[in-house]
Nanobody, 120 residues
Framework: QVQLVESGGGLVQAGGSLRVSCAAS????????MAWFRQAPGKQRELVAS???????NYANSVKGRITISRDNAKNTVSLQMNSLNPEDTAVYYC??????????????WGQGTQVSVSS
């Protein structure tokens, strides 16, 4: 079985920085894309950023220039460095990954989420 475990959320003042990380563990043959989503109260879950196994990245327009996604393929981790945070970034942040347990078994996994709160 595969698990995604997030860490690093917390409370920060507007303009501050925060880093959240996610580690995948279990029976892993290959990790394809890894991504971060977020869900604010009363809103739909939205993509923040994604990164492929080769390092190609994609960002939501609202976070471009402020947030950077990175991954360590050797450690099966993905991180989100968030700078110039504002209260609109307040949400539960979820790790997401497309993982193959073997050459034939592939599915998408979600972490349990980590709270990021930005005070004004």
């Amino acid at each position: 079985q595969v698990q995604l475990v997030e860490s690093g959320g917390g409370l920060v003042q507007a303009g501050g920085s925060l880093r959240v990380s996610c580690a995948a563990s279990g029976t892993i043959f290959k990790i394809n894309y890894m991504a971060w989503f977020r869900q604010a109260p009363g809103k739909q879950r939205e993509l923040v950023a994604s990164i492929t196994s080769s390092g190609a990245t994609n960002y939501a327009n609202s976070v471009k220039g402020r947030i950077t996604i990175s991954r360590d393929n050797a450690k099966n981790t993905v991180s989100l460095q968030m700078n110039s945070l504002n209260p609109e970034d307040t949400a539960v942040y979820y790790c997401n990954a497309d993982i193959q347990s073997d050459s034939l078994t592939r599915r998408v996994y979600w972490g349990q989420g980590t709270q990021v709160s930005v005070s004004s």
